[in-house]
């Protein structure tokens, strides 16, 4: 009895030992492996200053991370779960006028957003651009196609969201142009910046409800991914970029929530290096 004790107390040990670790090992990646659709303004890691600030290795330690891959870029209907196996952050960019994500695709990105990825999504000015629905009606949002020609300045109705306050620096003030995609969304999304008429401009789906990863969805490509230090915008845009990837970063090596059955075996793990250490002790 005491030898069948002394083995169920090894045992108990070693699978609290393999569970610290496992959770250690996955706390933090080194880098961020990047994909998207070959769409308008976007292909692998996103072009332009958006692009070249998350190269540029002296913004890596501000990311939290040591660096960003390109994991490649791949047509509408082919986001398999392969592919996105070796994913991280997938950007979506300006889809088609008349393309749009198959429905395997869009279970896959649900899935891998399910799984610990980030989905970044970007609507545009053209009410012709209803591409993107199917995809985010799979989250719970719409998108509602009011165009807009002139410069509209945010209100930011959380400051405190990480995208207006992040490791870059705090969002003051933002106006973007013909950002015309407004958003009206679920309850469970969180909604960092409206436009006037209160509709969605910057908002997240973050981890929960069976997600381990989020859903980022951002106004004007083109502001976002392209020229953030253009004129297609006012204010601190290129502040709120660089904290909305520096989120993806912190959702992406945050641990993973075990589930109940691997919580019960940790749970057993460490009693039994609680029993080791007190015989120890006795």
Same mark, same amino acid.
């Given at each position: 009895?005491? $030898?069948?004790?002394?083995?169920?107390? !090894?045992? =108990?040990?070693?699978?609290?030992?393999?569970?610290?670790?496992?959770?250690?090992?996955?706390?933090?990646?080194?880098? &961020?492996?990047?994909?998207? =659709?070959?769409?308008?303004?976007?292909?692998?890691?996103?072009?332009?200053?958006?692009?070249?600030?998350?190269?540029?290795?002296?913004?890596?330690?501000?990311?939290?991370?040591?660096?960003?891959?390109?994991?490649?870029?791949?047509?509408?209907? *082919?986001?398999?779960?392969? =592919?996105?196996?070796?994913?991280?952050?997938?950007?979506?960019?300006?889809?088609?006028?008349?393309?749009? %994500?198959?429905?395997?695709?869009?279970?896959?990105?649900?899935?891998?957003?399910?799984?610990?990825?980030?989905? @970044?999504?970007?609507?545009?000015? !053209?009410?012709?651009?209803?591409?993107?629905?199917?995809?985010?009606?799979?989250?719970?949002?719409?998108?509602? #196609?009011?165009?807009?020609?002139?410069? +509209?300045?945010?209100?930011?109705?959380?400051?405190?969201? %990480?995208?207006?306050?992040? #490791?870059?620096?705090? @969002?003051?003030?933002?106006?973007?142009?013909?950002? *015309?995609?407004?958003?009206?969304?679920?309850?469970?999304?969180? &909604?960092?910046?409206?436009?006037?008429?209160?509709?969605?401009?910057?908002?997240?789906?973050?981890?929960?409800?069976?997600?381990?990863?989020?859903?980022? @969805?951002?106004?004007?490509? +083109?502001?976002?991914?392209?020229?953030?230090? !253009?004129?297609?915008?006012?204010?601190?845009? /290129?502040?709120?970029?660089?904290?909305?990837?520096? =989120?993806?970063?912190?959702?992406?090596?945050?641990?993973?929530? %075990? /589930? %109940?059955?691997?919580?019960?075996?940790?749970?057993?793990?460490?009693?039994?290096?609680?029993?080791?250490?007190?015989? $120890?002790?006795?």
């Amino acid at each position: 009895m005491r $030898k069948l004790k002394s083995i169920l107390q !090894s045992t =108990y040990a070693g699978i609290a030992a393999v569970g610290i670790l496992c959770a250690a090992s996955s706390a933090s990646a080194s880098f &961020i492996s990047v994909g998207g =659709y070959d769409s308008f303004d976007i292909s692998g890691l996103p072009g332009g200053d958006l692009g070249a600030a998350m190269l540029n290795p002296a913004n890596h330690p501000t990311f939290g991370v040591s660096g960003f891959t390109d994991a490649g870029d791949v047509a509408f209907g *082919s986001a398999t779960a392969s =592919y996105l196996s070796g994913v991280d952050m997938f950007f979506t960019g300006r889809l088609g006028i008349t393309s749009s %994500p198959s429905g395997s695709d869009i279970t896959n990105l649900v899935n891998f957003v399910n799984d610990g990825g980030v989905l @970044v999504i970007n609507n545009d000015r !053209s009410t012709s651009f209803t591409s993107l629905d199917p995809l985010l009606n799979a989250f719970g949002i719409d998108l509602v #196609p009011l165009p807009t020609s002139s410069v +509209e300045t945010l209100n930011i109705t959380d400051p405190a969201h %990480p995208i207006m306050d992040g #490791p870059f620096g705090q @969002v003051l003030s933002m106006g973007l142009r013909d950002a *015309s995609r407004y958003l009206a969304l679920t309850p469970d999304v969180t &909604i960092a910046a409206t436009w006037l008429n209160g509709d969605s401009a910057i908002a997240t789906l973050g981890p929960g409800a069976g997600r381990q990863g989020a859903v980022i @969805v951002l106004p004007d490509v +083109e502001r976002f991914l392209l020229d953030f230090d !253009s004129s297609l915008g006012t204010g601190d845009t /290129e502040t709120a970029t660089l904290n909305a990837i520096a =989120y993806s970063v912190w959702v992406i090596n945050a641990p993973a929530v %075990p /589930e %109940p059955g691997t919580l019960a075996v940790l749970g057993l793990g460490f009693t039994g290096l609680y029993l080791v250490r007190r015989r $120890k002790l006795r």
